[in-house]
Nanobody, 113 residues
Framework: VRLVESGGGLVQPGGSLKLSCATS????????MSWYRQPPGKERELVAF??????YHVDSVKGRFTISGDNAKNTLYLQMNSLKPEDTATYYC?????????WGQGTRVTVSS
């Protein structure tokens, strides 16, 4: 199983970014996939998950972030709009398989003017 995040960077408050997580080694769409983030100096926290077409977003990002997946491309996405400084974090994608969870290396998002 391999997960590779991309799309992070520096963006101004109110801006947008789209994160991607390219996957391999399992059948995409079969297992729960999630985005987590870890702000500087804080613990890792759930942002959103996708489970066979059903999505969940935590309250702090609801209405601003959207998780989605493309089965043909084996890729998980996180569209982030109306970004705030408090969204600054390293973002990780993860898949929960019967063998346990697998994580990507993370992509850093910095929201600052």
């Amino acid at each position: 199983v391999r997960l590779v995040e991309s799309g992070g960077g520096l963006v101004q408050p109110g801006g947008s970014l789209k994160l991607s997580c390219a996957t391999s080694g399992f059948t995409f769409g079969t297992y729960v996939m999630s985005w987590y983030r870890q702000p500087p100096g804080k613990e890792r926290e759930l942002v959103a998950f996708l489970n066979r077409g059903t999505t969940y977003h935590v309250d702090s990002v609801k209405g601003r972030f959207t998780i989605s997946g493309d089965n043909a491309k084996n890729t998980l996405y996180l569209q982030m709009n109306s970004l705030k400084p408090e969204d600054t974090a390293t973002y990780y994608c993860t898949v929960q398989t019967p063998s346990g969870p697998f994580w990507g290396q993370g992509t850093r998002v910095t929201v600052s003017s």
